[in-house]
């Protein structure tokens, strides 16, 4: 056990276990206040915790969504262009509205959205961002679409978020951008990052396409740094299939935004720059706005219910909740994130440990396999002839050299999760269900060899 592994919560919960003696000592405690009454695991006959229940179904639908894409078809305004009063222009402004800022330009993806604020500031070959190993591809290539070098930092391994510190050492002359993620709808140590920022003199960029309505210190993250970048794709907590948008409130460069997501092309007409064709269609407009009356609702229910879940957690050893920064206000939830210590568990895998709780009726996942870093683009863009051309043989070398990420590489093996944008929309007893089944196999734990 290394010395991360003692955080104060787990010094707290082994303090109030009566076990100081043991924390003093580095073992682990044992827990005072389970029962013995959770029975047999069903992966081994038992009966299970939760049986022929089925969760809240993503993405979310209903006939306003319905009516309103038949609305679109009939009015046959499909492309924004068409018309200003058109589905993406009324989205575009209904978001920015929701979210508290000035403007927005609504995209085809998040990824486009990303590479849209990567053109538009200006950043280009030669230049670098950093930004988070742990995180959907699309972030990594927004950047690299731009033939710009991604600079991945490694993870404070509670949060899953960047680390600010190894973000601060990883800048160089050429570093133009910090593009920080909110994982799982969480925001990042923001204050650091703009202090760091600030001080660099870099962008900042939100990579919010977890996040949205979710709020730190008062604001909503995707207003805190130069653009916020948000994602409706399927899965995210307001879906329309495939969908984007940038906010930000500086007119100017929101304005060149719309020009770079429009071929290059300009409110007033011209095409003034190289840019690639990132339009939003009226289609993807008319599904979100079909489902417009219930985003604040949903998003108010997804907390309510992970509070009630993280009070039924927190006092499980080994299971440790997904560490919130200071100022966070609230989480979109697109995942309900947790971290999994196998030394609380008999040594047991993270693989049994799932595969016991989907046989209690709760499937909880691994998510991303591996960061970012060890993926093959890395080689792939080091021999490539742009990157050869546009960096330094010294720089390319460092950065084989420095691509490495030891707390990303333990998050991946340790944390568990739930998809929670359907199903922490169930009801508390779902949620009772979800911690049901994992004290069970907790208190099963010596069982786990055996599976
Ligand atoms: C989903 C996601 C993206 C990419 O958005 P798409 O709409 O799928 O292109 C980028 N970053 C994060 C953190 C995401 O979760």
């Not at 070098?149 to 133009?176: C, F, G, H, M, W």
């Not at 794709?233 to 719309?258: F, H, P, R, W």
Request: proline share 4%.
């Amino acid at each position: 056990m290394d010395r991360n592994d003692l955080t104060r919560r787990q010094f707290i919960a082994a303090a109030s276990a009566g076990s100081l003696a043991a924390v003093a000592s580095g073992t682990i405690p044992a827990y005072g206040n389970i029962t013995k009454k959770a029975g047999k695991l069903a992966i081994l006959g038992g009966k299970p915790v939760r049986k022929n229940k089925s969760w809240p179904r993503w993405p979310y639908w209903d006939e306003n969504v319905v009516n309103s894409i038949v609305k679109t078809t009939k009015s046959r305004i499909w492309c924004r262009i068409q018309s200003k009063s058109g589905t993406v222009p009324t989205f575009e402004k209904k978001f920015a509205e929701l979210i508290g800022t000035k403007y927005c330009v609504a995209t085809g993806s998040g990824t486009q959205a990303l590479h849209t604020c990567v053109e538009a500031l200006g950043i280009d070959a030669g230049d670098e961002v950093i930004t988070s190993p742990y995180t959907d591809p699309g972030t990594i290539a927004s950047i690299l679409s731009a033939r710009v070098l991604p600079v991945l930092a490694d993870l404070d391994r509670e949060s899953y978020q960047l680390d600010p510190d190894d973000v601060e050492r990883r800048i160089t002359e050429n570093t133009k951008a910090i593009m920080p993620v909110h994982m799982m709808g969480q925001p990042c140590n923001m204050d650091r990052i703009m202090a760091i920022a600030k001080k660099h003199n870099l962008k900042v960029i939100e990579d919010a396409a977890q996040a949205h309505l979710a709020e730190y210190k008062g604001k909503k993250l995707g207003t805190i740094g130069d653009l916020g970048c948000f994602s409706f794709q399927s899965s995210k907590t307001i879906a329309c299939g495939e969908g984007g948008a940038v906010i930000g409130n500086d007119e100017e460069l929101m304005d060149k935004c719309y020009t770079v997501h429009n071929h290059g092309t300009s409110r007033r007409g011209r095409t003034e720059v190289a840019g690639p064709k990132y339009r939003m269609n009226e289609f993807e407009a008319a599904v979100l706005l079909g489902q417009w009356g219930g985003i604040e609702e949903r998003f108010a229910r997804r907390n309510e219910n992970a509070a009630h879940l993280t009070s039924r957690l927190k006092d499980v050893p080994g299971i440790f909740p997904q560490k919130l920064y200071e100022g966070t206000a609230s989480g979109s939830f697109y995942i309900y994130a947790m971290t999994y210590r196998k030394e609380y568990f008999n040594n047991a895998d993270r693989n049994k440990f799932l595969k016991a709780l989907s046989a209690e009726g709760v499937s909880l996942g691994a998510y991303i396999g591996q960061g970012l870093h060890k993926e093959p683009w890395v080689e792939h863009i080091l021999s490539s002839k742009v990157y050869k051309k546009m960096y330094s043989k010294k720089r390319l070398r460092e950065y084989r050299e420095q691509n490495r990420c030891p707390n990303c590489d333990k998050v991946c093996r340790e944390m568990v999760m739930v998809w929670a944008s359907g199903p922490l929309l169930g009801t508390k007893k779902d949620m009772d269900d979800i911690a049901d089944a994992i004290l069970k196999v907790y208190e099963n734990r010596d069982k786990l060899s055996s599976i």
